[in-house]
């Protein structure tokens, strides 16, 4: 589940993590997704939190957090497309579509997820 605080909204569906470089580099590659995939990064940065949708089945929607959980970008990626986020961004959020119309984030937004 992944809920936007600051609106009350939440998304019902599975959400996974991905913290180690592996899971990282693969994310949702070959796959059609079907579950939120969270990205936690070293580093807050833009270029670290940089995505691509290489080998990408379809698009998914996409939202960025700082390290306060604070949403940074919202963004949905095609598949064979490169994005930078425009703020420094800790934890990416991959879902498939329509995640962002169930929790509505904007800049500013606290996002929590539940595994």
């Known amino acids: 589940m992944i809920v936007n605080e600051s609106k009350n909204l939440s998304w019902e569906g599975e959400v ?6 592996i899971k990282r580099a693969l994310g949702l590659m070959f796959k059609k997704p079907r579950y939120a995939l ?15 949708g290489f080998f990408m089945l ?19 990626l095609k598949p064979w ?13 991959e879902g498939p579509r329509g995640l962002k119309e169930s929790i509505k984030p904007e800049f500013g937004d606290k996002i929590k997820w539940f595994t």
């Open 16 to 21: 996974r993590i991905a913290d180690s470089f």
């Open 81 to 93: 497309r490169i994005y930078i986020p425009k703020a420094r961004a800790r934890y990416i959020i």
């Open 38 to 52: 969270v990205f936690i990064l070293p580093l807050e940065t833009r270029i670290n939190a940089s995505i691509h």
């Open 58 to 76: 379809e698009s998914i929607d996409v939202i960025f957090l700082d390290s306060n959980f604070r949403v940074v970008d919202v963004t949905t």
